[in-house]
């Protein structure tokens, strides 16, 4: 059986390494692929430990407004770097993505305790919004990143909840999202795999995490929320350096 020798601190500390990897890539350090090869297992640990946000937070009120208001913080960095202008209405950051998915699994909670009934027939369409509420509001991995949390937060419901992230995150990154594809020559025969598809290996080091907190301050919570908008306007301002230079 594996052993879970990591704490939910480190597992954001790993997740926010390979967030910087992808960053690094899409401003300062192009065509290194290998960076947002790697960057691909970010998203889905931090969508996981929002799903577990919200299981364990004590208001999920609380936890939906500092969500926000960091997203509203993170958007001119996010802007800058992704569309290269402060005002950029065609791309939300990645914290607007999980304020989405929190004010979904709200509903989902508030109808799981209501009837079992309502819950499974609220379970589909509440999929279906979060894909398209997604995609209308173009945040950050779109409807793909809502479902990515909905299915974490709906799997550990379910027995065996392992097989049932391995299989939402298949039909997600693989079999909708896809993206560039890598070609693998292994034993004469060519092994195709969709970049996005890399996303899956999050799932070792989420199966690795014990679910205790670890280190825990009023501090720490505030600089691993402050490290998305300041690496992201620390990048910007690098790249624009190297520009000049």
């Known amino acids: 059986m594996m052993q879970k ?13 390979l967030m910087l990897c ?7 350090i192009p065509g290194n692929g290998w ?3 790697v960057g691909r297992l970010a998203f889905p640990i931090f969508a996981f430990q929002i799903a577990q946000g919200f299981v364990h937070t004590r208001s999920v009120k609380k936890y939906l407004g500092r969500l926000f208001l960091w997203a509203l913080i993170s958007e001119i960095p996010f802007n800058l770097m992704y569309g290269g202008a402060a ?3 065609f791309h939300q950051n990645v914290l607007f993505t999980f304020c989405l998915a929190l ?36 945040v950050d991995y779109y409807g793909y990143g809502v479902l990515t949390v909905l299915v974490f937060w709906l799997a ?20 909708m999202m896809g993206g560039m594809i890598y070609s693998l020559d ?8 969709p970049q996005q598809g890399l996303a899956l290996l999050a799932l070792l080091p989420i199966w690795l995490c014990s679910g205790k907190p670890g280190r825990s301050s009023p501090a720490i919570r505030t600089a691993c929320y402050a490290f998305y908008p300041v690496h992201m306007a620390v990048l910007v301002l690098l790249q624009r350096l190297m520009a000049r230079g």
């Open 103 to 138: 004010l979904l699994l709200s509903l989902l909670d508030r109808a799981e305790k209501r009837s079992r009934i309502l819950f499974f027939l609220l379970v589909p369409v509440t999929f279906a919004a979060g894909y398209l509420l997604g995609m209308m509001t173009m």
């Open 5 to 17: 020798r990591l704490n939910s601190l480190t597992l954001k500390f790993l997740a926010m390494a």
């Open 87 to 89: 005002f950029y209405p």
């Open 35 to 37: 960076l947002t090869a």
């Open 156 to 175: 550990d419901r379910l027995p065996h909840p392992w097989i049932f992230q391995l299989a939402g995150l298949w039909v997600i990154n693989v079999g």
């Open 22 to 28: 992808d960053h690094l890539w899409a401003t300062v």
């Open 186 to 193: 292994l034993l004469g025969h060519t092994l195709e795999i």
